[in-house]
């Protein structure tokens, strides 16, 4: 019970429709697996209802919120709301992301109103997040904020939206973790790679037109450890860490999980 009684914010905790477990999901299971009392945030209220089932049916707290990250008045709303019913936040998960689905290309290709989206889901979502936790985090002298970005950031990911802002949500958990150390506050980020998750599998499933198989096997083959993908499950349990008192001399760090893909970039 590695987070007992903490109260975790995890934005981004239902999924999208697919036949795997999401990071955002599989992390607010873990969080409440551990002690926490999470409360469950995604614009669709529906699937964070239905994340907050799962929890409670293994005798887990949970409580879902509705928020949109590309609205500033939602997102202050979620955190008022959270605040409302347990007083504090003791951690703060990010979550959120889009490529594809958001209408990610190669820079020659994508549309302005497609970029300005990815921009305002993938990182100012994150920016607006902490923008209205921190204070509360400040107040209370404690907090642990972990971002998910990407391997993307680091490799040569061919479309533009999504490499960009994820190399930005280190660079805005890097400027967190210096800013907010005095309070007590610790900030990290996680860049999972190749992923079997509904995010990163069926979306591509469904732009691309290929079976989830054929995706899948060749996602697979490029994976060192194993030659197979990760899970929502490894990057929940990256940030369980990251969250727990285990990590309290850790902030500002960068953390692959990946299957050593990392190690091999450049070679």
């Given at each position: 019970m590695r987070l007992q009684d903490r109260v975790a914010m995890v934005v981004g905790a239902g999924q999208s429709p697919g036949e795997t477990m999401g990071n955002g999901r599989a992390t607010a299971?873990?969080?409440?697996?551990?002690?926490?009392?999470?409360?469950?945030?995604?614009?669709?209220?529906?699937?964070?209802?239905?994340?907050?089932?799962m929890i409670r049916d293994e005798g887990?707290?949970?409580?879902?919120?509705?928020?949109?990250?590309?609205?500033?008045?939602?997102?202050?709303?979620?955190?008022?709301?959270?605040l409302g019913q347990h007083g504090r936040i003791d951690i703060l998960h990010n979550n959120v992301g889009i490529s594809l689905a958001g209408g990610d290309a190669e820079i020659t290709e994508i549309t302005v109103e497609a970029f300005d989206h990815c921009v305002a889901v993938n990182l100012r979502g994150m920016v607006l997040t902490c923008k209205?936790?921190?204070?509360?985090?400040r107040a209370q002298g404690s907090g642990a904020i972990v971002n998910i970005s990407s391997l993307a950031a680091w490799s040569a990911y061919p479309l533009v939206a999504y490499k960009t802002t994820k190399a930005a949500v280190i660079a805005l958990t890097d400027q967190l973790a210096i800013q907010n150390a005095r309070h007590g506050i610790r900030a990290n980020v996680i860049l999972p790679g190749l992923m079997d998750t509904p995010m990163a599998v069926d979306t591509r499933v469904k732009v691309l037109g290929q079976s989830r198989e054929d995706i899948a096997a060749a996602r697979d083959a490029k994976v060192p450890l194993g030659r197979k993908m990760g899970t929502g499950w490894d990057i929940a349990n990256a940030a369980l860490f990251l969250c727990s008192d285990d990590a309290s001399f850790i902030t500002g760090a960068a953390l692959p999980v990946d299957g050593g893909s990392s190690v091999s970039l450049g070679t």
């Open positions: 299971l873990v969080f409440a697996r551990n002690g926490a009392n999470v409360v469950a945030v995604d614009r669709d209220l529906g699937s964070a209802e239905e994340t907050v089932a887990g707290r949970a409580t879902a919120l509705a928020a949109d990250v590309t609205d500033e008045a939602a997102v202050q709303a979620a955190v008022a709301e959270c209205h936790a921190l204070p509360s985090m």
